[in-house]
Structures are given as C-alpha cells and as structure tokens.
C-alpha cells in the first residue's frame, strides 16, 4: 500500500533562509507526486506535481521538488523564505489506476522576521 | 479565478443526527471527490465521483455515507446518523479529467464538522 512520510510536523526558518520539507514516500510502481500549501481559513492548493519527465519540478511562488526515485523522496525547498510562506504544506501520491491522493501528515511552516 | 466552494463553514451536530455538507465544483469539472482530515490527523481520501455514480470509495465510507449532484451545480456529502468519531474537517475536491489522477484537484476550503 502507498504511505506518505513528512518528517517534521512543524518547521521554523528566518525570513530569507533556505525552506527545506521533506516527504519520503512508499510505492510498489512510480507514483506521481504533489505537494499542496494550504494557508489559514483557506482550502488546499496545488504547488507543484511530479508525474514524469524531468525529475526537478517547479511550482508556484518560488518553491521546487525533486523526485529522487533512489532515495524514495519528493522534498519541497525554497532558497529564500518569505513571511508570506508561512503555511501549512502537505505532500501526497498517487498512482495511475487510482484517483485518490494519499496524504502525508502535514508540516508547519513559521517563518521568523 | 474559479474555486470550489463548500457550505457551512462550520457544523456542530448532535450525534445521531444526519448532517448534508454541500460543495460547488468549478463548473466544467467532472470528477468529485471528498476527503477528511480528523484533527491532527491526516488529510484521507473518503469517496470520488464521476457520471453520477461512486468510482471509488475508502472503507471509511461506509453505509452511514452517501454522496449525490442533486443539480448541475452542487456535490453532496450526507451522514446519515453521526458519530463522534465523524468530527473532523471536510474537504470536497474536483479535477477536469481523471487522467489517471494527473489532472490536479482543486480543493474546497472545507466544512468543519463538530458532533457532539
């Protein structure tokens, strides 16, 4: 069965740090892969997605990921944090014969003037 | 932008009670889904919907679960008899196409649901 690991539930940079989430996932076939921000008082939006081709996907609002197939892994980094980042962010797979996502379980994002 | 939106925001319930949470999909959507996220729990798949009929369904849906498109516009959620356990946050969803689930979907910002 596929599983979503996000390790840290909470995480805390500086304003202009490196933004580093990491997602590490279980799959018997190559999954695609999300992550989804989701900000107070608001639903879950889509940051980015890998399904296939290049390994290193770019999303919205500065962030990327790359799917590392070795090493079972799909982190979400930003080179430079904004107070704006501060969020909620959750990393999901699925695979091809399923439209369900399954999600990990969340990390908080603060970021620190 | 379009967007999915779900009303109520909040529900408080008392256990037993049937409760219908409702979902606008973006207008040319065609797939449906529902998830939950219990709190401090993750976010999990309940149920998706395609052409008026479930495609695919959790073993969380069971028979106290029941989706329906009473119009062209609106996406229903219904427990029949609730529980405590049933609190949690309602997210509803739609994509465009299924494509496997390579097509994005778009979430609601749920319903949260307190049964008491």
């Known amino acids: 069965a596929q599983s979503v690991t996000q390790l840290g539930s909470h995480v805390s940079v500086s304003e202009g740090a490196l933004v580093l989430l990491r997602c590490n996932y279980s799959s018997s076939v190559p999954p695609y892969l999300f992550w989804y921000v989701q900000y107070p008082n608001q639903g879950l939006q889509l940051l980015l997605k890998y399904t296939t081709g290049a390994t290193l996907v770019k999303g919205i609002n500065g962030f990327e990921a790359e799917f590392k197939k070795s090493e079972t892994s799909f982190h979400l980094t930003k080179p430079s944090a904004h107070m704006s980042d501060a969020a909620e962010y959750f990393c999901a797979v699925s695979d091809r014969n399923t439209d369900k996502l399954i999600f990990g379980t969340g990390t908080r994002l603060q970021v620190f003037p | 932008e379009p967007e999915v939106t779900q009303t109520p925001s909040h529900q408080v319930t008392q256990m037993g009670q049937e409760v219908i949470l409702r979902c606008v999909p973006i207008s040319n959507h065609l797939y449906f889904y529902w998830y939950r996220q219990i709190l401090g729990q993750k976010v999990e798949f309940l149920v998706s919907?395609?052409?008026?009929?479930?495609?695919?369904k959790s073993e969380i849906f069971d028979d106290q679960f029941s989706v329906e498109r009473p119009d062209g516009s609106n996406f229903t959620l219904k427990i029949r008899s609730t529980k405590l356990e049933d609190s949690a946050m309602y997210f509803c969803a739609s994509s465009e196409y299924s494509g496997g689930s390579r097509e994005t979907q778009y979430f609601g910002p749920g319903t949260r649901l307190l049964v008491l």
């Open positions: 919907f395609y052409n008026n009929e479930i495609s695919e």
